[in-house]
């Protein structure tokens, strides 16, 4: 039994800053990667920002330089430090982890149930 729980998502004026968190736990083996999606109302769920176990990094172009997706291995957590906020950053984030499950073969996604972020004045 694996869980992703997303936290931190609320109402934040134009300019300002939210942070948000994300704490897989269960029967985990390996996480592979962690990451943040978001899906803006009326629109498709997109990648924002993910990292592997490694470190690497990647952003979509529109939260480059705004947004810092972050990790703490030992905790298996991940976070996503947003600044500058835009209206057109309201949606809800969801937060997903790639891992292999104890005693199982292969990474399977998981998914948190979701975050709803609001930027408006």
């Known amino acids: 039994q694996v869980q992703v729980v997303e936290s931190g998502g609320g109402l934040v004026q134009p300019g300002g800053s939210l942070r948000l968190s994300c704490a897989a736990s269960g029967s985990i083996f390996s996480i592979i990667s962690m990451g943040w999606y978001r899906q803006p109302p009326g629109k498709e769920r997109e990648l924002v920002a993910a990292v592997t176990s490694g470190g690497t990094t990647n952003y979509a172009d529109s939260v480059k330089g705004r947004f810092t997706i972050s990790r703490d291995n030992a905790k298996n957590t991940v976070y996503l430090q947003m600044n500058s906020l835009k209206p057109e950053d309201t949606a809800v984030y969801f937060c997903?982890?790639?891992?292999?499950?104890?005693?199982?073969?292969?990474?399977?996604?998981?998914w948190g149930k979701g975050t709803l972020v609001t930027v408006s004045s």
């Open positions: 997903n982890a790639a891992l292999i499950v104890r005693y199982t073969w292969g990474a399977v996604d998981h």
